[in-house]
């Protein structure tokens, strides 16, 4: 198949571009440094022309208010040229939980975002993952000084980026969901515990202190950045992986 992956250059993106590539799908990375700018339009007619599948991996460049209206307008102009170009599936990667998290500008973009897809006229598949591996080290500097580390008692169950890569390619390759797929690391930890077991993976004699009033995952109410009994579960844990993350 021929798909365009919007966002095609990110983190997660440029992985799942070289994973539809290596399966033997003709994968086209779309975004800013390719010539396509989904808020002006620029370069998207030709970024999707022929595409079977638009996989949209877009990120707001900022996670405040101004985040509702990038996804907006990028997903205004995407359902507007993937119909354009006859593209019978999309997808996107949103956040488990994020029709729950009503205090944070980001995740109300996201549920946004959701919404637009569904309303569009083409098929499609959300993809909703939980927090990745790879943000913690950037948690964790949120609320932090040279000798202790602050954060919530929020339950988060984490998923390394692959898998998340592994969930998106499978998706996108097979028949439109119609709806969602919840994708969730193994495990079930506190964000105040995870952030023990990384600094003690980095030799890093800093203390965790419980401060449920510090960072962003403050107003996440409950356990609902977990992902519920219909998940799939990847297989890396946490644990393996950062003693294997240098």
């Not at 590539?21 to 989904?38: I, Y």
């Not at 007619?45 to 101004?66: C, I, Q, W, Y």
């Not at 080290?137 to 169950?157: F, G, H, I, Y």
């Amino acid at each position: 198949m021929k798909i365009t992956v919007v966002g095609g250059t990110g983190l997660i993106g440029s992985q799942v571009v070289r994973k539809l590539t290596a399966s033997g799908h003709e994968a086209l990375p779309a975004a800013l440094s390719t010539g396509v700018d989904l808020i002006t339009g620029k370069g998207l007619r030709e970024a999707l022309e022929g595409a079977e599948v638009v996989v949209n991996l877009a990120n707001s460049p900022t996670f405040d208010e101004k985040s509702p209206d990038f996804f907006r307008t990028s997903m205004g102009n995407l359902l507007d040229a993937a119909a354009e170009a006859g593209v019978g599936h999309q997808v996107i990667l949103s956040i488990v939980g994020v029709d729950r998290v009503p205090r944070l500008d980001y995740y109300r973009a996201k549920a946004l975002q959701e919404d637009l897809l569904r309303q569009g006229p083409t098929p499609y598949s959300i993809v909703r993952a939980t927090q990745f591996f790879e943000f913690m080290d950037a948690v964790l500097s949120w609320t932090s000084d040279d000798d202790t580390v602050r954060l919530p008692a929020t339950p988060v169950q984490p998923i390394a980026a692959a898998d998340v890569v592994d969930a998106v390619v499978e998706v996108g390759v097979g028949t439109p969901l119609q709806g969602i797929r919840n994708v969730a690391g193994p495990d079930v930890f506190t964000l105040d515990e995870l952030g023990r077991i990384t600094l003690a993976a980095r030799a890093d004699a800093r203390t965790v202190v419980v401060d449920d009033t510090a960072g962003m995952f403050a107003a996440v109410p409950g356990d609902v950045l977990t992902a519920g009994p219909d998940a799939h579960l990847a297989p890396t844990h946490y644990r393996d992986w950062i003693r294997t993350d240098r």
